[in-house]
């Protein structure tokens, strides 16, 4: 998810990951991130059965790869690997912030309140458009360690975990946009093609 939100927003439960990595930019990504139009995009994720270095490993190259992109967010299936991993962090500004790594995420309820902001997309590049969303949520997963945890998400937290759960699924922000002409004219602005969005119903 890329970081263009008007509107800050708070994790209910602070989460802290041991997952350590400079926030810092990176010449060289880890990852290629691809873009819309890629299958790789559209193939459902499938669940991590176990939590071992290697998938420890993977998350810190996640991280490396959206920092040096200047994302909030990303999912595996963006950089081509099909496992229902993704990493969060709202608040790149700060080295001291730990990021959220969820694996095998899974939204128990969402609120009945809903609220439209503009997302962004690494996937995406300079594409920026409304999306509604419910406004809080409430989620389990397993951490870095492979420990079941919960939590509670609302504002640009919440957004933002809805947003690349949407990838273990194959699905991207533009899906999910209800104004067909700004699409349309934003995805041409940028080199995409409308044929590429799955309009959801």
Same mark, same amino acid.
């Given at each position: 998810? %890329?970081?263009?939100? @008007?509107? =800050?927003? !708070?994790?209910?439960? #602070?989460?802290?990951?041991?997952?350590?990595?400079?926030?810092?930019?990176?010449? *060289?990504?880890?990852?290629?991130?691809? *873009?819309?139009?890629?299958?790789?995009? &559209?193939?459902? @994720? &499938? &669940?991590?059965?176990?939590?071992?270095?290697?998938?420890?490993?993977? *998350?810190?190259?996640?991280?490396? +790869?959206?920092?040096? %992109?200047?994302?909030?967010?990303? @999912?595996?299936?963006?950089?081509?690997?099909?496992?229902? =991993?993704?990493?969060?962090?709202?608040?790149?500004?700060?080295?001291?912030?730990?990021?959220?790594?969820?694996?095998?995420?899974?939204?128990?309820?969402? +609120?009945? +309140?809903?609220?439209?902001?503009?997302?962004? $997309?690494?996937?995406?590049?300079?594409?920026?458009?409304?999306?509604? !969303?419910?406004? %809080?949520?409430?989620?389990?997963? !397993?951490?870095?360690?492979?420990?079941? #945890?919960?939590?509670?998400?609302?504002?640009?937290? %919440?957004? $933002?975990?809805?947003?690349?759960?949407?990838?273990?699924?194959?699905?991207?922000?533009?899906?999910?946009?209800?104004?067909?002409?700004? =699409? *349309? !004219?934003? =995805?041409?602005?940028?080199?995409?093609? &409308?044929?590429?969005?799955?309009?959801?119903?």
């Amino acid at each position: 998810m %890329a970081g263009s939100f @008007a509107q =800050l927003a !708070r994790s209910v439960e #602070k989460t802290k990951a041991v997952i350590a990595v400079s926030k810092e930019p990176l010449e *060289t990504s880890p990852f290629e991130i691809h *873009t819309l139009g890629n299958r790789v995009l &559209r193939q459902p @994720a &499938r &669940r991590i059965s176990k939590v071992d270095e290697s998938v420890r490993e993977l *998350t810190r190259d996640m991280l490396r +790869s959206m920092y040096t %992109a200047k994302g909030i967010g990303l @999912a595996a299936p963006q950089v081509g690997i099909h496992q229902q =991993l993704l990493v969060i962090d709202i608040d790149l500004e700060n080295p001291s912030t730990p990021p959220l790594v969820l694996i095998n995420p899974q939204i128990n309820s969402s +609120s009945a +309140s809903v609220e439209t902001y503009e997302e962004g $997309c690494l996937s995406i590049p300079g594409v920026y458009l409304d999306v509604v !969303r419910p406004s %809080a949520i409430v989620l389990s997963y !397993r951490d870095e360690m492979g420990r079941p #945890k919960k939590m509670k998400a609302d504002g640009l937290m %919440a957004r $933002c975990i809805q947003h690349e759960m949407d990838h273990l699924n194959g699905v991207l922000f533009v899906d999910r946009v209800t104004d067909k002409e700004g =699409l *349309t !004219r934003e =995805l041409k602005e940028h080199g995409f093609e &409308r044929d590429h969005v799955r309009s959801l119903p």
